[in-house]
């Protein structure tokens, strides 16, 4: 069974840190690029991150781009994204996915808002709180 499991999601004051675990069961954790989206209010979802498969290359939103990183672990099959320097407006639901090899992670980028659909495998979401 095919599995993603994301934690670490919580309140947090802003200006605060949150470091989410994305922990990968049932596929070949290593050859999926992954990424981090995260649910836009009343819309699809928002992309925030991608990783490639070896963990060499990343790419942000501009939206999170020099507060938040993205990293992984094959070798313990986990993904993670720290986040620094929080703001009230990245409050919603984190999750983790596992692209869709038809489609490149560029497309990820350029299209704007995405569906649980466009990801081979997808992820239950954690919620980040960000509020004082």
């Known amino acids: 069974e095919v599995q993603l499991v994301e934690s670490g999601g919580g309140l947090v004051q802003p200006g605060g840190s949150l470091r989410l675990s994305c922990t990968a069961s049932?596929?070949?954790?290593?050859?999926?690029?992954m990424y981090w989206v995260r649910q836009a209010p009343g819309k699809g979802l928002e992309w925030v991150s991608t990783?490639?498969?070896?963990?060499?290359?990343?790419f942000y939103a501009d939206s999170v781009k020099g507060r938040f990183t993205i990293s992984r672990d094959n070798a313990k099959k986990m993904v993670y994204l720290q986040m620094n320097s929080l703001k009230p407006e990245d409050t919603t639901i984190y999750y983790c996915?596992?692209?869709?090899?038809?489609?490149?992670?560029?497309?990820?980028?350029?299209?704007?808002?995405?569906?649980?659909?466009?990801?081979?495998?997808w992820g239950q979401g954690t919620q980040v709180t960000v509020s004082s």
């Open positions: 049932g596929f070949t954790f290593s050859s999926y690029w």
């Open positions: 996915a596992a692209g869709n090899t038809d489609f490149s992670p560029a497309w990820y980028v350029q299209r704007g808002l995405l569906r649980p659909g466009d990801f081979a495998y």
């Open positions: 990783i490639n498969s070896g963990g060499g290359t990343t």
